[in-house]
């Protein structure tokens, strides 16, 4: 069942057809932004400016590897789907263009509830509660970095997954590279490290001791007075803005998202740049909730790790984010460690500790 094509009631049941109305109903309409046309043909069309190149992500979510229903309020799921794909457009310096999305679910959550006709007004909106949140949370994001749900595709799935499509534009020959890092330059971040592993580790604690006991409630309650200390992890706001002031005043130079933690992902520059790292533990601009450990290697920060030539001024803060120094490249050879970490007791190597995310 696909959303890009125009649902015929004879075809689509109440359901499905409530939910193609819905989806149809939150996407943008055609014109906005880059899109000549959305979602109702078999393809949506998309007009570049001249002189860009397109930059384009893919990313799966799976239930139970990147999120769970019974911990996850579907907003927050919705957003996560998103931020994923937008974060690594971040990472990159490319504007949002549009993005696809593919939603496999199981029926019990694509099942309308109450009464409707496949005519009524009422069946577009509030019957499917599930993915009225989920693209709830979707969308709002999308609007904040003005990118248009541009079509997607719908399935029966006996687990729910979510994949996202990316398409984001970038001046040509500007895009940020993981490979552009050369010894002597220095390292920065953007945010705060360690705050969606600490917030994953609560989630994970509240899960483990529910109050109240989880009598009929399918899914985790959160109380209000915790959810901004989730909201790192819930919520995690790519940093667009950012990656885009890098490549405009031509400051960066190589760049990656820190989805995988702050060790994984600059191994990932060491390795493409063919350099290695020194970090200052003592830099790092460790979030309030956050263990050195969680900064280290917790990952979906999504922040920004980017390298600029020591003779660039870096802004202390870009569209309100702090930006920190935390290091510097320095060149790769036989006997150094890829990443040097610099502690209070002297130099260490920094191992890769990859994120597992639920497993
Ligand atoms: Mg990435």
């Known amino acids: 069942m696909r959303f890009s094509s125009d649902p015929s009631p004879r075809k689509a049941g109440t359901a499905e057809l409530a939910l193609l109305q819905q989806i149809r109903a939150r996407a943008a309409r055609p014109g906005s932004n880059a899109l000549t046309l ?11 400016r001249r002189g ?11 239930a139970g590897r990147h999120f769970r229903l019974d911990w996850h309020p579907p907003e927050s799921i919705g957003h996560r789907t998103l931020a994923r794909g937008l974060s690594d457009l971040a990472a990159m310096g490319a504007r949002p263009v549009a993005a696809f999305l593919s939603l496999g679910l199981p029926a019990e959550l694509t099942k309308s509830r109450g009464k409707t006709t496949p005519f009524s007004r009422q069946s577009t909106y509030s019957h499917l509660p599930w993915i009225d949140a989920f693209l709830g949370g ?23 997954v979510a994949d996202i499509v990316l398409v984001g534009a970038v001046r040509r020959g500007r895009a940020l590279l993981r490979s552009a890092a050369r010894p002597g330059d220095l390292v920065y971040v953007t945010g705060s490290l360690g705050g969606a592993a ?7 604690d509240m899960a483990a001791n529910p109050r ?11 109380p209000g007075r915790i959810q901004a200390q989730l909201a790192p992890h819930l919520f995690p706001q790519p940093r667009i803005a950012q990656g885009l002031y890098l490549v405009r005043h031509g ?24 350099v290695s790292a020194e970090i200052d533990s003592s830099l790092l601009p460790i979030h309030p909730t956050a263990t050195l450990e969680q900064a280290l290697n917790g990952g979906e920060d999504y922040e920004l790790l980017f390298t ?52």
Do not use: M
Request: charged fraction near 20%; hydrophobic fraction near 40%; aromatic fraction near 2%.
């Open 198 to 204: 600490a917030a994953l580790q609560l989630l994970s």
């Open 212 to 222: 109240p006991a989880p009598s009929n409630l399918k899914r985790l309650r959160i």
């Open 138 to 160: 979707l969308v709002a994001l999308a609007d904040t970095h003005r990118t248009t749900l541009a079509g997607g595709d719908l399935a029966e799935s006996p687990l729910p």
């Open 251 to 274: 400051l960066g130079a190589a760049a990656i998202d820190l989805s995988d933690g702050l060790s994984t992902d600059l191994a990932h520059i060491c390795e493409e740049s063919d």
């Open 38 to 48: 959305g979602i109702g043909d078999d393809c949506a069309l998309l007009q570049l």
């Open 308 to 359: 600029a030539k020591p003779s660039s001024r870096i802004p202390r803060s870009i569209a309100g984010v702090r930006i920190t120094h935390i290091g510097r490249i320095l060149r790769s050879g036989p006997n150094r460690p890829a990443i040097t970490l610099l502690t209070p007791t002297g130099p260490q190597s920094l191992q890769a500790s990859g994120w597992q995310h639920f497993s």
């Open 52 to 62: 860009e190149e397109a930059a384009v992500t893919t990313d799966l979510s799976i």
